[in-house]
């Protein structure tokens, strides 16, 4: 079983930024794909940024230009730097990570973002 621990999430202003870390119980590398998801209240789940085991990133159009995902396979782990930060940006954020020769997901917890106007 594989699990995903996500940290960094917390309070901050508009304006301000926070680095989202995703610590991973096994090698990263593994995984075909990481990704940063976001739920805020009464909303689906929508993905914010992935990177493959290739580095390709993706990024969401809404955070484009003000997020980064980036990883560290020595340390299996996955971040997002989040900066310029809007009260839209509020959420839980999830870590995924995607094994597809297994057709599996993993998911952590969640942090919960806040961001104050």
């Known amino acids: 079983q594989v699990q995903l621990v996500e940290s960094g999430g917390g309070l901050v202003q508009a304006g301000g930024s926070l680095r989202l870390s995703c610590a991973a119980s096994?090698?990263?590398?593994?995984?075909?794909?990481m990704t940063w998801y976001r739920q805020a209240p009464g909303k689906q789940r929508e993905l914010v940024a992935s990177?493959?085991?290739?580095?390709?990133?993706n990024v969401a159009d809404s955070v484009k230009g003000r997020f980064t995902i980036s990883r560290d396979d020595a340390d299996n782990k996955v971040f997002l730097q989040m900066n310029s930060l809007k009260p839209e940006d509020t959420a839980v954020y999830y870590c995924?990570?995607?094994?597809?020769?297994?057709?599996?997901?993993?998911w952590g917890q969640g942090t919960h973002v806040t961001v104050s106007s």
């Open positions: 995924n990570a995607r094994e597809m020769r297994y057709n599996l997901d993993y």
């Open positions: 096994r090698s990263i590398f593994s995984f075909n794909t």
């Open positions: 990177i493959t085991n290739a580095g390709r990133t």
